[in-house]
Structures are given as structure tokens and as C-alpha cells.
């Protein structure tokens, strides 16, 4: 069967980020299983991490629909630009505009903190969450997509949760069927607060529409499809799970950049956002450089990404003075293509994940891209999916999260490093394939749309 699908994504490129790159390598690979996508994404998003490399991945053919979006993150965004500070994003970053230095003089502090309030003031009011601003435009672009048969299903991608709104809304206008992709859970995140309140209950209320209304709904590790049965039983046959996973095509042609020589290079490659699993992790590098002095010479940790305030304390705190300054760096966000090449590179490769109720669930998109590169890699994680993916790597090697696990896991890395081998040789994670799961699920729900009753599909 062969197929039209429109995509409704927020983020999409030029914007960068991991959470770019599931719905990317949809985009690319669908046509290899005969679905032609269409997307429906946001023109001016208030989200501020840019990769305009990724914009070379896109087919000629593509029809990206490029719509409105009136989000008020724009406003601090335009302000931070003028008081030449780090812009916010749509991800809850605003939360922390307090605690960046004030600049600009008695004016440029008055009008930071009036930012401050107007975060507070919508971040409040808003829901699902700030991108419901775009909800009109998107349903609008996939309304008039659908009146000139542009697509035969439709596909929705979220964080933010208004993509699935959004997705809902064109399933209710053009009567196609619809495909709900959570690539982390609303409901139950540990990372997220909990809504209390008329929040909460909307929230509820909310994700309850979104599981009724979509014909499937896609997670990305079983933890979150048994939670989903757990919570809606009554429609368990719904709910599939199709992981994140990597691209071998994106290291054609990638010259790796290697560390040092004479030192062993740990690399993180990714954003930080929790200060706890960090300040665990450098506890334990500096627990063992302690222990092991001729390891300070040779051991040398590095950090690409975007780092979040809080984050940038702790490492500050490690970097600074004779702790750890010139064994861990920070070097800040680049290009999709270099990272892979300082991926590709170094000696091994890191992942963190803080512990405490529910995180056992998450597994993070960067470790299943880890797995491309076929490099070791130490994930500092709690039991739970991820650490039990890195457990099946050959090279994979792993540490509770506590600088203890942590000192004893570097020192055995460093001290007997893995052999070469294939981190997935089986291709399960390959992009490629896993796009194929997603065309079978898609030809499935449009053949079983067709042939169900006219009154159902309303």
C-alpha cells in the first residue's frame, strides 16, 4: 500500500536539537516505504536552538507548510537579544531568566524582571502549554492540506502536547484518521510538574481526548505503552511502541575528530538540563582522579551542548580552582555534523540520567544515536530501559548515580577498554527500518478507517 501522511511537528527543522531528529528521519525514510509526507510546522517559533544544516536533509520534494505562531516567548527572546543575553525557549527555560546576571544598567534590570513576570504570568495561564498559540494557524494549514487531498492520514509528534490539538482538530475537519506519536510521556514525567488544580484536571481531561480521538498512539518505550494500558484499558489495543533510534547515513563521508593524543576522551554530546545526575558524575571523576593521580593527565571529559543555568553552577563549581579544570570542559552547542564527528572521535561516549521515581523510564534519544557511531559507552543511569539497552551493547558499560559507581565505572573503562564491535548489528534502531514499523502502522489504520462505517469516521 502506498500513502499520504501530514506531519504535524513543532519542532522541525532549521530548528535543532534531539527532539528534531525522530520526526526528521520520518520525514526522510516514509518514501522508501510508500508514504509521501507533508508537513505542518511552526514559521517563527519562540524555541531558540537553530540547526540550519539539518534543512539539507529535507527532500526537494517535501511540501512544508510553514505557519503562525503567536507565542509571548518571542517577547523575552527580543529582550535578552537586546540586553545581549542568552535567549529563553519554549521548553521552560524562561524559569530560570532570574537567575542570569542583570545588565543593561537600572533600565536594562527593570525591564529584565518585568520578562521574569511576564514568563510567570503565562506560563501560568497557558495550556497545554505556551504553543497553544499556534493551534489556529496549524489547524488551518492541515484543514485546507486536507480540501486539496493532500493526505490520506494524519501524524502527530509531541512534546508540545498542542501538536496533538492540533492533529485532533484536522482529524475532526477532514475526517482522515489520526496517529498520536508521544516521544515522552505528559502525564507521570518526572521531569515535568505536576498539574494541581483545574490544571490537572484538565490535563486529564486532555490526554483522555487525545487517546480516544487518535486511531493509535505511538510511545517509544514499552514502560510508557504499559503505562498507557495501565491508565486507558479499555482501549490497550491502541497503544504502540516503536523506539528512537540512529542514522548510519548521517556518518557518510564523516572525517571523526579525535581527542588528544595520549589521552583517553569521554564526550557528552547533548543538552543538560538536571544538575543532580551531572554533580554526581563529576563528583565521581574527581573521586577518582584522587585516587589515581596519573589519571588527571590522561582522562579528559567533554561536554558539547547547551548547558541550563543551574548546570552551568555545577560545572562551574568543578572547573574552576584545581578540582577539575583541565581533565572536564564545556564547550556549548554545535552543529548537528560536528557532533557526530567528535561522536564518531572519542575513546567513549557518555550518558547521564538523574534517578528517582519514573526516570527508569527514559532512555534519551542521544543514546540510541550513540549507537551509529559504534563507539564504548558509560551511561551513569538508574535501572530501568535505558541502562538495560546499554547492558546489551557489547561495548556498553554502566554506573548507578553516585560518584562511588561512577569512580570504580571510569576506572575500569580506562583501565580495560572494550574491543571494536558493533553496538547494533542487527539494524533494529537503524532510522530506516524503524520507518518502515511506522509505514506498516500507517497502512493498517488507513485500511481499517476505510473500511469502517461513514458514521465512524466522524
Same mark, same amino acid.
Given at each position: 500500500?502506498?500513502?499520504?501522511?501530514?506531519?504535524?511537528?513543532?519542532?522541525?527543522?532549521?530548528?535543532?536539537?534531539?527532539?528534531?531528529?525522530?520526526?526528521?528521519?520520518?520525514?526522510?525514510?516514509?518514501?522508501?516505504?510508500?508514504?509521501?509526507?507533508?508537513?505542518?510546522?511552526?514559521?517563527?517559533?519562540?524555541?531558540?536552538?537553530?540547526?540550519?544544516?539539518?534543512?539539507?536533509?529535507?527532500?526537494?520534494?517535501?511540501?512544508?507548510?510553514?505557519?503562525?505562531?503567536?507565542?509571548?516567548?518571542?517577547?523575552?527572546?527580543?529582550?535578552?537579544?537586546?540586553?545581549?543575553?542568552?535567549?529563553?525557549?519554549?521548553?521552560?527555560?524562561?524559569?530560570?531568566?532570574?537567575?542570569?546576571?542583570?545588565?543593561?544598567?537600572?533600565?536594562?534590570?527593570?525591564?529584565?524582571?518585568?520578562?521574569?513576570?511576564?514568563?510567570?504570568?503565562?506560563?501560568?495561564?497557558?495550556?497545554?502549554?505556551?504553543?497553544?498559540?499556534?493551534?489556529?494557524?496549524?489547524?488551518?494549514?492541515?484543514?485546507?492540506?486536507?480540501?486539496?487531498?493532500?493526505?490520506?492520514?494524519?501524524?502527530?509528534?509531541?512534546?508540545?502536547?498542542?501538536?496533538?490539538?492540533?492533529?485532533?482538530?484536522?482529524?475532526?475537519?477532514?475526517?482522515?484518521?489520526?496517529?498520536?506519536?508521544?516521544?515522552?510521556?505528559?502525564?507521570?514525567?518526572?521531569?515535568?510538574?505536576?498539574?494541581?488544580?483545574?490544571?490537572?484536571?484538565?490535563?486529564?481531561?486532555?490526554?483522555?481526548?487525545?487517546?480516544?480521538?487518535?486511531?493509535?498512539?505511538?510511545?517509544?518505550?514499552?514502560?510508557?505503552?504499559?503505562?498507557?494500558?495501565?491508565?486507558?484499558?479499555?482501549?490497550?489495543?491502541?497503544?504502540?511502541?516503536?523506539?528512537?533510534?540512529?542514522?548510519?547515513?548521517?556518518?557518510?563521508?564523516?572525517?571523526?575528530?579525535?581527542?588528544?593524543?595520549?589521552?583517553?576522551?569521554?564526550?557528552?554530546?547533548?543538552?543538560?538540563?538536571?544538575?543532580?545526575?551531572?554533580?554526581?558524575?563529576?563528583?565521581?571523576?574527581?573521586?577518582?582522579?584522587?585516587?589515581?593521580?596519573?589519571?588527571?593527565?590522561?582522562?579528559?571529559?567533554?561536554?558539547?551542548?547547551?548547558?541550563?543555568?543551574?548546570?552551568?553552577?555545577?560545572?562551574?563549581?568543578?572547573?574552576?580552582?584545581?578540582?577539575?579544570?583541565?581533565?572536564?570542559?564545556?564547550?556549548?552547542?554545535?552543529? &548537528?555534523?560536528?557532533?557526530?564527528?567528535?561522536?564518531?572521535? !572519542? @575513546? %567513549? *561516549?557518555? $550518558? #547521564?540520567?538523574? =534517578?528517582? /521515581?519514573?526516570?527508569?523510564?527514559?532512555?534519551?534519544?542521544?543514546?540510541?544515536?550513540?549507537?551509529?557511531?559504534?563507539?564504548?559507552?558509560?551511561?551513569?543511569?538508574?535501572?530501568?530501559?535505558?541502562?538495560?539497552?546499554?547492558?546489551?551493547?557489547?561495548?556498553? &558499560?554502566?554506573?548507578?548515580?553516585?560518584?562511588?559507581?561512577? !569512580? @570504580? %565505572? *571510569?576506572? $575500569? #573503562?580506562?583501565? =580495560?577498554? /572494550?574491543?571494536?564491535?558493533?553496538?547494533?548489528?542487527?539494524?533494529?534502531?537503524?532510522?530506516?527500518?524503524?520507518?518502515?514499523?511506522?509505514?506498516?502502522?500507517?497502512?493498517?489504520?488507513?485500511?481499517?478507517?476505510?473500511?469502517?462505517?461513514?458514521?465512524?469516521? &466522524?
Amino acid at each position: 500500500m502506498s500513502g499520504r501522511v501530514l506531519v504535524v511537528a513543532y519542532y522541525f527543522p532549521p530548528l535543532g536539537g534531539i527532539g528534531v531528529q525522530r520526526t526528521l528521519k520520518y520525514v526522510t525514510y516514509l518514501p522508501r516505504w510508500g508514504w509521501q509526507p507533508t508537513v505542518v510546522t511552526s514559521r517563527n517559533p519562540a524555541y531558540t536552538v537553530r540547526d540550519p544544516s539539518l534543512l539539507a536533509a529535507l527532500s526537494a520534494d517535501l511540501t512544508v507548510h510553514r505557519t503562525a505562531s503567536l507565542e509571548p516567548g518571542r517577547l523575552p527572546n527580543a529582550v535578552a537579544r537586546l540586553l545581549s543575553r542568552g535567549p529563553t525557549d519554549s521548553s521552560g527555560a524562561a524559569a530560570d531568566l532570574a537567575k542570569r546576571p542583570a545588565r543593561g544598567g537600572l533600565a536594562g534590570k527593570l525591564l529584565w524582571k518585568s520578562m521574569i513576570l511576564w514568563n510567570r504570568i503565562w506560563n501560568v495561564l497557558l495550556f497545554p502549554d505556551p504553543e497553544i498559540s499556534w493551534v489556529p494557524f496549524g489547524w488551518r494549514a492541515g484543514r485546507k492540506a486536507g480540501r486539496r487531498g493532500e493526505f490520506d492520514v494524519v501524524y502527530s509528534t509531541a512534546s508540545p502536547i498542542s501538536a496533538h490539538i492540533v492533529a485532533g482538530l484536522i482529524k475532526r475537519s477532514t475526517h482522515r484518521p489520526w496517529v498520536a506519536d508521544f516521544r515522552d510521556p505528559w502525564i507521570g514525567n518526572p521531569f515535568a510538574a505536576d498539574l494541581r488544580g483545574l490544571k490537572g484536571r484538565l490535563q486529564r481531561r486532555t490526554e483522555r481526548w487525545i487517546v480516544s480521538r487518535a486511531d493509535r498512539v505511538v510511545v517509544v518505550v514499552e514502560g510508557m505503552r504499559d503505562m498507557f494500558v495501565e491508565r486507558y484499558p479499555d482501549q490497550a489495543d491502541k497503544f504502540v511502541c516503536i523506539p528512537n533510534g540512529y542514522d548510519r547515513a548521517d556518518m557518510a563521508g564523516l572525517e571523526p575528530v579525535k581527542g588528544e593524543p595520549g589521552h583517553f576522551t569521554i564526550l557528552f554530546a547533548g543538552s543538560l538540563y538536571r544538575p543532580g545526575e551531572l554533580d554526581a558524575f563529576l563528583g565521581g571523576v574527581e573521586r577518582l582522579v584522587a585516587r589515581r593521580p596519573d589519571l588527571r593527565e590522561r582522562l579528559r571529559v567533554q561536554f558539547v551542548g547547551s548547558v541550563s543555568p543551574d548546570n552551568r553552577h555545577v560545572a562551574d563549581l568543578y572547573t574552576t580552582g584545581d578540582r577539575l579544570r583541565g581533565v572536564v570542559s564545556f564547550e556549548g552547542f554545535v552543529p &548537528r555534523r560536528q557532533a557526530l564527528a567528535r561522536m564518531a572521535g !572519542a @575513546d %567513549a *561516549l557518555l $550518558q #547521564l540520567m538523574t =534517578d528517582g /521515581p519514573g526516570t527508569g523510564m527514559f532512555v534519551g534519544g542521544k543514546l540510541y544515536e550513540y549507537l551509529a557511531v559504534d563507539r564504548p559507552i558509560l551511561a551513569v543511569m538508574p535501572p530501568g530501559e535505558g541502562r538495560r539497552l546499554v547492558e546489551s551493547v557489547p561495548t556498553g &558499560r554502566v554506573a548507578d548515580v553516585e560518584p562511588g559507581s561512577v !569512580a @570504580d %565505572a *571510569l576506572e $575500569q #573503562l580506562l583501565d =580495560d577498554p /572494550p574491543l571494536p564491535a558493533r553496538s547494533d548489528p542487527t539494524g533494529r534502531y537503524d532510522r530506516a527500518n524503524l520507518a518502515g514499523e511506522l509505514a506498516t502502522l500507517l497502512d493498517q489504520v488507513v485500511a481499517e478507517w476505510d473500511r469502517s462505517p461513514a458514521a465512524e469516521r &466522524r
